[in-house]
């Protein structure tokens, strides 16, 4: 089919050497950083916390959190870099810093230098995220964007199935610090595969100067775009949620449940539920729309949040319960999130970098935000992160319909979105 197929390279190259499936894996693979960078770590919150003296539980969350901060603060540059000097040295660049940190990370002797490598950790894996869509975006547009974006989720999300169990494994043979050992290993394969495979995708046409003035221009732009910002807003209010449920679930199944052997296999059922989801995105964004899908999940993901709150406020919550409820929510997400990212990015193809960089910086500053304050509300109980799920998700629906003028469900440029070729 045509819409399987990269569109044509960038000028300059004769033939580009990654197949559709090659590059929907590489492109999983740089954005599974991310998540390698993050899931295995959490069964390891408690010995960690242990061993560099962190009393308070609530405080072991940190360890996440700043790693997403680094990661909304990293996301602002590479955008502007990557559309200056092209997408393939700044990405090559970044992983290999990335390898630094993260060998300070497994060496950490003290919490605050625990903290201050895990920011930088999200500061140069920010590049990942930023320039992986970027690609996508050089070869790609709209309703077949978000395809191929809910298609590299799928092979992504096999990393979060998988990590919780593999940090779990990690720890019964060897101290926490050897996940960051093993996360070093598979950086560099990453990063040995990306410099022999990826070639430059970015049309020379499309480079764009840094220059303050082009810049700033172009931020207004992207903020002066009501479908653009109003869905990158709604983007990092809706996973809000996702981040309040990463920074508690540790606690959640180790003190509320206190079913710590069970975590890695109900962490692996509940992102099981984000890869079926995105495939089934996959299968249904070229039919119906990113907007149609999109939105209709934004409502359920309402009237879960409802159900749920509910259930917990009665007291009537049970780990199965929480299991299922969460494992039906990661679904209906994974209908959000890479529709709402590629609805954002429609009006740009010059200046897709920067655009995809400032995209980045606002959904995960959000999102990194809003989640650690369901984290802080923590209390014993699963309450606090259902009324977030809830709260985020009526406002998320909110900046969508503002966003789209307050008419939802409609399918603009419906013909010239599901021409893959650009």
């Known amino acids: ?153 799928v092979v992504f999300m096999l990393v979060p199935i998988l990590a919780p169990t593999f940090g779990q494994i990690i720890l019964f043979f060897a101290p926490w ?46 903020v002066s775009h009501r479908t653009s910002i109003g869905y990158m807003l709604a983007t990092g209010v809706a996973m809000g949620g996702m981040i309040g449920f990463l920074t508690s679930a540790q606690q959640i199944f180790f003190d509320i449940f206190h079913a710590p052997g069970i975590f890695p296999i109900a962490f692996a059922s509940i992102a099981g539920g984000m890869a079926v989801g995105s495939f089934f995105n996959s299968q249904l964004v070229e039919r119906i729309g990113a907007r149609r899908v999109s939105q209709s999940a934004l409502i359920v993901l309402i009237m879960l949040g409802a159900i749920h709150t509910m259930t917990a406020w009665l007291g009537m919550e049970t780990m199965i319960s929480f299991i299922i409820f969460q494992v039906l929510t990661m679904l209906v997400i994974s209908l959000t999130g890479s529709n709402f990212g590629a609805i954002s990015m429609e009006p740009f193809a010059r200046g897709a970098g920067l655009a995809s960089s400032f995209q980045a910086f606002v959904t995960t500053i959000v999102s990194a935000g809003l989640g650690a304050f369901i984290g802080a509300q923590f209390n014993g109980t699963t309450l606090p992160m259902a009324l977030g799920f809830l709260g985020y998700g009526s406002l998320a629906l909110l900046l969508v319909a503002w966003a789209e003028r307050w008419k939802l469900f409609t399918r603009p440029h419906h013909g010239a979105l599901r021409n893959a070729a650009h």
Request: with cysteine; net charge positive.
């Open 1 to 153: 089919m045509q819409n399987e197929r990269p569109s044509p390279p960038a000028a300059g190259a004769k033939d580009f050497p990654l197949g559709f499936k090659e590059f929907v894996a590489l492109i999983a693979g740089l954005m599974a950083m991310n998540a390698l960078s993050i899931d295995p770590m959490l069964p390891a919150l408690p010995a960690i916390g242990e061993s560099l003296g962190i009393h308070n539980p609530n405080d072991r969350q940190w360890i996440i959190t700043a790693y997403f901060m680094g990661l909304g603060v990293g996301a602002l540059f590479y955008g502007s870099l990557s559309d200056r000097y092209g997408r393939r040295p700044v990405l090559l660049i970044c992983l290999g810093l990335m390898l630094v940190t993260t060998m300070v990370c497994a060496l950490a002797p003290s919490f605050a230098v625990m903290l201050v490598a895990r920011a930088f950790s999200g500061f140069f894996a920010a590049a990942m995220r930023v320039i992986a869509v970027s690609i996508v975006r050089d070869r790609f547009q709209g309703d077949a964007m978000a395809r191929v974006m809910s298609l590299v989720f």
């Open 177 to 222: 610090r050897w996940i960051f050992g093993v996360l070093l290993v598979l950086s560099c394969v990453i990063l040995i595969w990306t410099a022999i495979r990826l070639p430059e995708t970015l049309d020379p046409a499309h480079r764009v100067e840094i220059h303050a003035r082009d810049i700033g221009r172009m931020l207004w732009t992207v």
